[in-house]
């Protein structure tokens, strides 16, 4: 009946992964629809791969060998199909992180080291800029020479801020801190960033390890932020996936998604529609001999939700303050959301 | 440069020769509508009139493509072949999206011709799997497979390193050029021709005049310009003119069944198929070196 269908419910649902309930507004007939992707056939599940149907058991491993198959050509490729956009894309994702010297990253999919680079240099970037202002306003060492002190015992007041400071630079401690992990499912992406780490210098600031994002081989809460660069859409199940990265985040840590997403925009939707099939297969046959992988890229696409059923998805796991930043109109976005 | 504007005007690649042509109508751009293959069999889009526009794939490996897309496949494609000619899947990309028409005139071909026939009812294939490359090895010297398994050992190449065929939206047009791939290499050994970028525009040429595909011809004409200026003039006054003549004096070398004929001796052979010997190129030496250059 299409007038009960458009009334909107408030429906309590548990969090899948924080047992806390959030009321979310549903439509009725959004609660039918929302397992039509698992559709069940016997006992095995189908999934979508592109526009392909295959059982799910198939889905991980039929990545995988997209993924083996880019691997040695996945910069260049990023290059040509985005004409370096991508490259401002990422960027904009370390700036709306804005990590502080100290924070634990876990960069899941990071293959071959995009997010890990910028991580690493913007921390670098931040210590240096720390050193910089602090070595311009401390002179002298209050705590050991105090000839110049005053008469009474009490220590001044830009003595005591001074010492504050102080106390809390050393360069040695923060260097620890920061740490980023860079975990990817598949063996010959991680190989690919291990080279590009030598060749950028950065192979002691990494470390590189072999996992899957529906199963992370870490402890609770033992990550500040964790963040997913196109690497989401090609999870078998995404709600898994953010579950797992709700339970290694520390209270207070923060999910961070940069993702391609629906465009809204028709004009600028039906150009890049003719962008991405006509136009991306071409250059994955012609960079790379692999036209297969490079459909099943756009049509990876097309199969992931838009931006406000992923923030909806994110909110289901358990996050709070789930926002989305929409880049170049839509083809990209940023999805925050923190564990609090 | 080595070939001559004067080599074209003979060539047999009249594309409007063929008898059988039928313009069928072509996909410019996909549309909307077959981008999503789920939601045409759903029935979603079925409605509209360019839904029956769609190809579903003829083959194993077919790739249904829109003329758009052929034609930035063949300018990519072209523009790797001549940068990195270790691109070989690159030139096979060349060759098929600018072949349909000159296929579809080897494809008349080898239906007037009974042994052309054949090869296309029984579509036998030239892999390590088809061909025994142990057997040939037994053949007397002198034979046809002998001399081939001796030229594959000599150029260090295997039968099974052809790409497949992806681009061509007709079946059996796709078993013509993939043929065509398949006894590039018995070219060779007929010509008497190594794989170096000597021996392949020579080949090419020679193909070109033989086939009409496009991409032969084109690979005769620029590939060269990799070639140092000696090898040019080698190529410009022996070996190209050898290949045209040869082409032209040649019978279809497609309505060939060579798989029955590898225990032919090899001069036999070529004299049944019309093929002349290779042309003698006076070695450059030193002392000869200037007077050979002079022109």
Redesign the interface.
Known sequence: MAALRSVSLRVGRICRCSNRITVSRRNLSEQTSSDETDKEEGTERSTHFGFESINESEKTGKVHEVFSNVASKYDIMNDAMSLGVHRLWKDRFMQVLDPLPGTRLLDVAGGTGDIAFRFVNWIKQKEQQRRKTSGAEFRLNPLETDESGSDTGLPSAEDYLYSEQRGDLSDTEEKKDSKVIICDINQSMLEVGKERAKKLGLEDDLVWVTGNAEELPFPDNSVDAYTIAFGIRNVTHIEKALCEAYRVLTPGGRFLCLEFSQVSNPLISSVYDLYSFQVIPVLGEVIASDWKSYQYLVESIRRFPNQEDFAEMIREAGFRMVTYDNLTSGVAAIHSGFKI | MAAHSRIFLPFRFAIFTSQNIRLRPRLI??K?EH????SHQEGVGASSPHAEEWTPPLYQEH?PT?L??KA??TV??A??AITDPY?H??IA?LGETTGYYALMRIRDQMKADPVGQLILSERPRINTRTVDLEELRNLPEGTFGREYVNWLDRNDVTPDSRAPV?FIDDEELAYVIQRYREIHDLFHTLLGMPTNMLGECTVKMFEAVQTGLPMCAMGAVFGPLRLSSRQRWKLRNYYIPWAVRAGYSAKCLMNVYYEKRFHEPLEELKADLKIPPPPQVPKSTSSNYSRLYKR
């Open positions: 751009l996909l909307a981008y999503s293959r789920i790739v829109s758009f897309q930035l496949l990519g494609s523009a790797v691109r899947d690159m990309v992806k």
